[in-house]
């Protein structure tokens, strides 16, 4: 859902108000919680197990 509104298209569809935020979104670590999840993508940490151990890092 956020990877699509904010990772630059290739033809930069983005408004020019706009990029400024979308290269902050998309350059920023991401962290994912689930626990069905295999694997991530778009600068993305998997959390799962022990969430709490892991958020409390």
Partial sequence: MMEAAWRPPASDAHPE???P???T???AK???????????DWNAELLSGDLRARCGR
Avoid at 30 to 40: G, N, P
């Fill in 25 to 27: 979104m998309d350059a």
């Fill in 30 to 40: 991401k962290y994912v919680a689930s626990s069905t999840l295999q694997s991530v």
């Fill in 21 to 23: 935020f979308a290269r």
């Fill in 17 to 19: 108000w706009m990029q």
